[in-house]
């Protein structure tokens, strides 16, 4: 099942999000203030989050995505993260499709989805690739000397 995240999950999804034992405390530290905008500024329209729930009713993975301020039609996927006893299940693939039809249903045309080109991240970038996304830009050094920031996109109309 697939819902809007409500403060009850807010545990389990930073749980999950430090279990992948992915991302720095630095990392986890913003996905926790993009998480706490969304759960208590409720006029905010700048992040939505989902979380997907597995057949116990366990949250198995979140995404967090939202329009691309001063953009027309371009949309942004900030975080996505899925528990590493459910990953390989489908859960990711589930809410980024969801993402994609929230886009396109208010009007949106483009997916943008930044990432990082260590070798930690050839995984995540090839779940992307597998989802339709491209490379379209990458700027070298950006994170770190010899770190680039690689940024993935989607037109939504454009056939896969
Ligand atoms: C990336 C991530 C969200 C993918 O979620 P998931 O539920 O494991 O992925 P899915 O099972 O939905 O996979 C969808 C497709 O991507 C492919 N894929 C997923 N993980 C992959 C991997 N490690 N290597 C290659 N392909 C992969 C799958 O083969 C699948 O295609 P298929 O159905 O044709 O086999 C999850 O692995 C994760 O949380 N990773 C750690 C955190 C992270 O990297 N977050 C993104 C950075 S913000």
């Known amino acids: 099942m697939l819902r809007p995240m409500t403060g009850g999950d807010r545990e389990q999804?930073?749980?999950?999000?430090?279990?992948?034992?992915?991302?720095?405390?630095?990392?986890?530290?913003?996905?926790?203030?993009?998480?706490?905008?969304y759960l208590n500024q409720p006029e905010q329209q700048d992040y939505k989050?989902?979380?997907?729930?597995?057949?116990?009713?366990k949250v198995a993975g979140y995404i967090t995505y939202g329009p691309?301020?001063?953009?027309?039609?371009?949309?942004?996927?900030?975080?996505?993260?899925?528990?590493?006893?459910?990953?390989s299940q489908g859960y990711g693939r589930l809410l980024v499709r969801h993402l994609e039809d929230e886009v396109k249903e208010n009007g949106?045309?483009?997916?943008?989805?930044?990432?990082?080109?260590?070798?930690?991240?050839?995984?995540?970038?090839?779940f992307y690739e597998k989802?339709?996304?491209?490379?379209?830009?990458r700027i070298p050094d950006f994170y770190r000397s010899g770190d680039d920031r690689v940024i993935f996109g989607k037109y939504l109309r454009e056939k896969e």
């Open 68 to 87: 691309t301020p001063l953009t027309e039609g371009t949309w942004d996927l900030y975080w996505i993260a899925v528990s590493p006893e459910v990953q």
């Open 131 to 137: 989802l339709g996304y491209r490379e379209m830009a």
């Open 49 to 57: 989050i989902e979380v997907v729930e597995d057949q116990t009713g």
């Open 13 to 37: 999804v930073i749980g999950l999000i430090k279990a992948t034992r992915f991302f720095l405390p630095d990392e986890i530290k913003v996905a926790e203030e993009l998480i706490d905008i």
């Open 108 to 126: 949106g045309r483009l997916v943008i989805i930044e990432t990082s080109s260590q070798p930690k991240y050839l995984p995540t970038r090839k």
